[in-house]
């Protein structure tokens, strides 16, 4: 079984910030990317930011220079920093990782942390 797990999320005021983890766990042989999506009330969900094995990122345009992903391979982590936060990044953000596990390579998702951003 391989499993993702976020923790992190809360309520902030606007213009804080926040730190989210997620921790892949089980019987996992390689990861390649891994990133945060995220899905606010009647919206679709959205891809945030992803980082590859070899550590090249990828951002949405409105978080950039906002938020930073990061990973610790040898923990089978990820981390999304969120500053400056805004009302409108208020979602649900779920953690994603491409990895080879029993069944093979597939994509995995978390259970989602709520993060809340009041004005």
């Known amino acids: 079984q391989v499993q993702l797990v976020e923790s992190g999320g809360g309520l902030v005021q606007a213009g804080g910030s926040l730190r989210l983890s997620c921790v892949a766990s089980?019987?996992?042989?390689?990861?390649?990317?891994m990133g945060w999506y995220r899905q606010a009330p009647g919206n679709q969900r959205e891809l945030v930011a992803t980082?590859?094995?070899?550590?090249?990122?990828n951002y949405k345009d409105s978080v950039k220079g906002r938020f930073t992903i990061s990973r610790d391979n040898a923990k089978n982590t990820v981390y999304l920093q969120m500053n400056s936060l805004k009302p409108e990044d208020t979602a649900v953000y779920f953690c994603?990782?491409?990895?080879?596990?029993?069944?093979?390579?597939?994509?995995?998702w978390g259970q989602g942390t709520q993060v809340t951003v009041s004005s």
């Open positions: 980082i590859t094995s070899g550590a090249n990122r």
């Open positions: 089980g019987r996992i042989f390689d990861i390649n990317a």
């Open positions: 994603n990782a491409n990895l080879l596990g029993p069944d093979g390579y597939g994509e995995y």
